[in-house]
């Protein structure tokens, strides 16, 4: 018995233009704001161990 009819096609390709479109535009913005603003490094990576008292 089938109650609904579920349809077995899903046409992911039917957008792939547009999808590739604003994965590739998120991706220079990304860069772009990289760029601009640079990385906040946290003080894990800023050289956080003291070798003075050595």
Known sequence: MEFFRIKKDIPFMRH???LNAVS????FAA???LWQNGLHLSIEFTGGTDT???
């Not at 590739?24 to 991706?27: K, M, S, V």
């Open 52 to 54: 003075r008292h050595i």
């Open 31 to 33: 860069i772009f704001f």
């Open 24 to 27: 590739l535009i998120t991706f």
């Open 16 to 18: 792939a233009l547009a």
